[in-house]
């Protein structure tokens, strides 16, 4: 348990409540894999609004259950919002996407979803 993700912040954003820990663990399982499908394919596709608007809304919950990618995710994100053409964010997008598939798997056991 909590190998690829942390409960801390989780745990005191939601003041120990069990079912609300429950809640936030079903919303990143309900918005974050999608969003980082959608980064991903944005990134591919050098749709630079897209990836930094999904990039954007991944942020807080990537921070939030501290799954360490936090950096990466904000060179994708600035990859997108400053469109920069000719660089390459191709190494810290996989990092993102491998600690997401990595969370989401380790959540979906943990809390039984």
Avoid at 34 to 46: I, M, P, S
Avoid at 48 to 60: D, E, G, L, S
Wanted: glycine share 2%; hydrophobic share 40%.
């Amino acid at each position: 348990m909590e190998q690829h993700y942390k409960l801390e912040r989780v745990r005191e954003l939601a003041d120990n409540d069990a079912d609300f820990i429950k809640s936030l663990a079903e919303a990143f399982l309900e918005e974050v894999p999608e969003d980082a499908e959608r980064l991903k394919k944005a990134v591919a596709e050098q749709d630079f609004y897209n990836a930094y608007q999904a990039a954007h809304k991944m942020k807080p919950t990537v921070d939030l259950f501290e799954l360490g990618v936090l950096h990466h995710l904000i060179v994708v994100q600035d990859w997108g919002k400053f469109e920069k053409v000719g660089e390459d964010c191709s190494k810290e997008l996989q990092l993102v996407l491998t600690a997401v598939e990595h969370a989401t798997a380790e959540l979906k056991k943990d809390f039984n979803l």
